[in-house]
């Protein structure tokens, strides 16, 4: 069984033709590490759709806290409880991310949930933090957990070595900073934002909103000497046409593999 990269969602925050920006890495023994929940319960039909059965997820990783990326944990979190006191889920859920978030999300669990619920949080749902810099071992996989130094909310990416020895860079959604450099260069893969075409930036104005555009990221991925990037958490109103366009544009700039999946694409790395 080869390690893929599962597009769960592919859009920015508000978009309507697309679910939010959020994704699973299957690896070889079909395990999954999911990264981000969406905003809200459209996660639990994306992994449906998918064919991601829900006690087959014991670890997620948030990249931080806004809306579109950590409220479908809620929906997440109480069908697995649920389950749970049902017999119908082994082992434990593990969520990771820095200490606010994981603060943040347990004490929205506690206030959203019952007791029935509450039950399993800090037993078998278990919130745990990860510093900047810090390394672990998950799923057969090496990550290593990192600060993107956001201008806007504390997030953090990753920088994972897989079963194959490939490594995929996550550097959240927004634009680079240069302090993520020694986890980025030289990936076989980067994972990065383009909200929208740089052709379109004064119709929907991405540097306004601390984001990138097709052309910066490419631009980026060529600086980094990275073999593939895979744009993602995109503006929706070109969305039948996204996947040439964001290609054409990125051409220009990287000679490399450039990946600007639909929802629920799934890509081999």
């Known amino acids: 069984m080869k390690e893929e990269l599962i597009a769960l969602g592919t859009g920015h925050a508000v978009v309507t033709k697309c679910y939010n920006t959020c994704f699973a890495i299957k690896n070889e023994k079909g395990e999954y590490f999911l990264v981000d929940t969406g905003g809200g319960s459209g996660i639990l039909v994306q992994l449906e759709k998918a064919g991601i059965k829900i006690p087959e997820i014991h670890h997620v990783f948030l990249t931080h806290g806004h809306t579109d990326h950590l409220t479908g944990l809620i929906w997440l979190v109480r069908l697995i409880a649920a389950m749970m006191n049902g017999g119908k889920y082994e082992g434990n ?7 606010m978030l994981m603060k943040q999300a347990e004490d929205l669990m506690r206030v959203m949930f019952q007791d029935a619920e509450c039950k399993h949080i800090g037993k078998r749902i278990l919130f745990i933090t990860v510093e900047d810099g810090e390394e672990k071992e998950i799923l057969g996989h090496k990550f290593c957990f990192f600060d993107i130094q956001s201008t806007k909310l ?30 980025a260069e030289g990936s076989d893969w980067l994972l990065h934002e383009a909200f929208c075409l740089y052709d379109q930036r004064d119709i929907f104005k991405p540097y306004e909103k601390h984001h990138s555009t097709a052309k910066d990221a490419c631009e980026l991925a060529a600086d980094l000497g990275v073999k593939n990037v895979v744009l993602w958490h995109t503006e929706d109103k070109n969305i039948k046409k996204r996947k040439s366009l964001y290609k054409k544009e990125g051409r220009k700039y990287f000679k490399g593999g450039i990946y600007v999946p639909y929802d629920l694409e799934r890509i081999e790395l």
């Open 93 to 99: 859920f593990c969520i990771y991310g820095h200490d």
């Open 154 to 183: 504390k997030q953090f990416g990753f920088k994972a070595v897989l079963q194959s020895g490939k490594t995929v860079t996550c550097c959240g959604d927004e634009p680079f900073n240069e302090y993520c450099r020694p986890h």
